[in-house]
């Protein structure tokens, strides 16, 4: 009796130690309130028209391949529409010869403002995943599918995707991590080439990218709308973890 009530405990203080590594401080009462509905907005004026980028400067064809190379030849890329739109382009960030490699969708308006990666609310969650798990947020690679801010944070379209793929397919070449881990749909659809695939059906299995284990789970921003689907990331997670023979803890 006295080990199952100890193991209950040590169970719970696990579990609180998973919430506060993903930034649960406090809980309902009476359980997780579900958001509000969202209210009917009213018409907005049309934005204003972004200011157009500035021109990137031309790219030394001789320069050997290189994150920055990559970066600097993202930073003049017109293959798509979405450069219409961009105050900076998003091509990741992290170390050069990283283990782990997180891939988001695309960048929102505060990685369009900053040309970071994860940097907003989305962002703040995803560093606190990073280190639940034992890392710094240096220590890993964030990159996005596609490297502009599809307008109204809309999901980027095919065609655009297919624009963009080639840049996050030469950084993974670059970084040949040990690990993928995709968040969300679009990335996983991206990498695995089929427009069908759920997250839900897959997450937390073992796919494969080019002989690289490809661990799909949840975007932070649903885990925002949804928290009780943290539990669930976090398995996720700890699967990375395993692939990676390590165990979860503060970097
Ligand atoms: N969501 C993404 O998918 N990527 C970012 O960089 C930020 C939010």
């Given at each position: 009796m006295d080990d199952d009530r100890s193991q209950l405990a040590n169970a719970l203080r696990q579990h609180l130690l998973l919430e506060r590594g993903f930034g649960v401080e406090a809980y309902p009462r009476g359980g997780v309130v579900p958001a509000p509905a969202p209210l009917p907005s009213a018409p907005r004026p049309a934005p204003a028209a972004p200011a157009a980028a500035p021109a990137a400067p031309p790219i030394d064809p001789t320069m050997p391949e290189s994150l920055d190379r990559i970066a600097a030849e993202i930073a003049a890329c017109r293959a798509c529409g979405l450069c219409a739109g961009r105050t900076n382009t998003v091509p990741g960030e992290g170390a050069a010869q990283a283990e782990l490699v997180f891939i988001g969708e695309g960048p929102g308006a505060d990685e369009d403002a900053q040309g970071r990666p994860f940097v907003g609310r989305s962002g703040e969650l995803l560093t606190k995943m990073i280190e639940a798990m034992g890392f710094a947020r240096n220590q890993v690679f964030i990159a996005n599918v596609v490297?502009?801010?599809?307008?109204?944070?809309r999901a980027p379209e095919p065609a655009e995707m297919a624009a963009c793929i080639?840049?996050?397919?030469?950084q993974l070449a670059l970084i040949k991590p040990k690990v993928i881990c995709t968040l969300g749909n679009t990335p996983l659809r991206a990498m695995t080439g089929d427009p069908k695939k759920g997250i839900t059906s897959v997450r937390g299995q073992i796919l494969d990218w080019n002989g690289i284990p490809l661990v799909p789970t949840f975007h932070p921003a649903y885990l925002l709308r949804n928290p009780p689907a943290k539990k669930p990331c976090w398995?996720?997670?700890?699967?990375?973890?395993?692939?990676l023979e390590r165990t979860a803890g503060r970097p």
């Open positions: 490297k502009c801010r599809p307008p109204g944070n080639g840049y996050l397919h030469r398995e996720d997670l700890k699967v990375v973890l395993k692939v």
